[in-house]
Structures are given as structure tokens and as C-alpha cells.
């Protein structure tokens, strides 16, 4: 697994992996408009979700956004104990927020006419925009948050020299 | 030393001493104390609310020089 040492390229990667996920979410909410009803449109529908699902499930186990900055380790340090903490709470705030927007839409849909309803492909959309967005929301905090990271001691010694100083110097 | 040494002593990532080093992330109390056994020194020698001052600049002063 390569670890992405650099911010501004975790960055990118994460904000082509949000675009990607708003476009794969239009391309399903188009296909809802366009199917038809009855069978074909039900069978249409569980292979989505069960597509989504299943990429999902096979994107978590081999790619996770996390290690591109924080190394597998089966010990947490100290440190990273406190990042986990504040990026679920960052997490926590961010799908709460989704929520109260959420509500905000329908509770104003219901009483002002000028704001449209949501209708049911609209939520299908939403719900795969969210599945999607929230799935990868604490990875993508902890990605984009971490600053640029130390060389690692794996990589050879000419290349830690160049990206770091030596840990002790007796002068300066 | 290695970071991956000291890392290794102290029982945190390496990584976490980079941070250290760079001044990214201030150590629990713990931490702090196990780096101060690890290197020998009390701690106000490891670490500072002040930036230190170069060690060149305090060698010239205790070889009795006034400027740098």
C-alpha cells in the first residue's frame, strides 16, 4: 500500500474520490428517472443497490482512504488515539449537519410553495449520495487533515536525508 | 539514533516522533517523561515553550564569546 506523504496530494485524491461518488450518484438518480415500472425497473433497482453495495464492501477492504497518511499498526500511539477522536467527532458533525439540512428541505417543501418536494428518485439519490459520501467520511478527514508526513524508515537513506534533516545536529 | 529507534523505545509510531521533531504535536506527559529517560536529559532540556536557542550560539557563549 503506498502512503501518500504529501497533504496536497491526499487532498486531490480525496476530492476526485467526492467527485466521483456526486457523479456516480447523478448517473443513478438519472437512472431512476428514465426506468419504467414493474419488473424490469425492480430487478433494475436491487442490482444498483446491490452493486453499490457490493463495491462498497470490496473498496473498504482493499483501499482505505486512512492509509494513505496513517500507517496499518495494530497499537495505536497516543497521537493517533486523539486523531481518531477528533475525526469522528468532525464525522459526527458532518452527518448530523446532512440531517438538519435534510429536514430544513422537507419542512420547507411542506409549507412554501416555491420550494419543490422531494420525490422518491430524489431520495433514492440522496441516500446513495449519503451512503456514498458518509462511507468514507472519517478516512477522508483523517486524509486530509494530517500535515505532510515524515519520511519513512523504509525508504532508502539519500531520500529520508532529502525530505528530512537528521534527528540530531550538534550545531546549526 | 533512528526515529524508528526512539519510536521503538518510547512505544509510539515513528511518525509520531516526526511530528515531535517538527513541533506538530505537543506529547502527553507520559510520552515526555519516557523521551527524558530514553535520552538521559531532565525535561525542560527536551522541550520548551520557547524555541531553543542553537546550540552553536550557546557554545560560543561558553567559550566566552559576546557575538555569534
Known amino acids: 500500500m503506498t502512503i501518500l506523504t504529501s497533504r496536497s496530494a491526499r487532498r486531490l485524491l480525496i476530492g476526485v474520490h467526492y467527485v466521483g461518488f456526486t457523479f456516480f450518484a447523478l448517473f443513478v438518480s438519472g437512472f431512476f428517472s428514465m426506468r419504467g415500472n414493474g419488473w424490469p425497473a425492480f430487478v433494475g433497482d436491487v442490482l444498483i443497490f446491490f452493486g453499490t453495495g457490493i463495491w462498497l464492501l470490496w473498496i473498504s477492504r482493499n483501499y482505505k482512504l486512512d492509509r494513505v497518511c496513517l500507517p496499518r499498526t495494530t497499537k495505536l500511539d497516543e497521537r493517533q488515539v486523539q486523531v481518531r477522536a477528533r475525526t469522528l467527532a468532525a464525522s459526527y458533525f458532518v452527518v448530523v449537519g446532512i440531517f438538519i439540512a435534510l429536514l430544513f428541505w422537507t419542512t420547507a417543501a411542506k409549507h412554501l410553495s416555491f420550494v419543490r418536494r422531494p420525490s422518491g428518485d430524489d431520495w433514492s439519490t440522496i441516500a446513495t449520495l449519503c451512503l456514498l459520501l458518509i462511507s468514507f467520511l472519517p478516512s477522508a478527514i483523517v486524509a486530509w487533515n494530517e500535515p505532510d508526513l515524515p519520511p519513512s524508515p523504509e525508504e532508502p537513506k539519500e531520500t529520508r536525508e532529502q525530505a528530512s534533516p537528521p534527528l540530531m545536529r550538534p550545531f546549526r | ?68
Open chain 2, 1 to 68: 539514533m533512528s526515529r524508528q529507534e526512539l519510536a521503538l523505545q518510547v512505544g509510539v509510531n515513528y511518525q509520531t516522533i516526526g511530528y515531535l521533531e517538527r513541533g506538530d504535536y505537543a506529547p502527553s506527559l507520559e510520552l515526555a517523561f519516557r523521551l527524558s529517560e530514553v535520552f538521559g536529559l531532565p525535561l525542560e532540556m527536551i522541550f520548551s515553550r520557547e524555541p531553543f536557542e542553537p546550540l552553536s550560539l550557546a557554545h560560543l557563549r561558553s567559550n566566552g564569546a559576546t557575538k555569534p
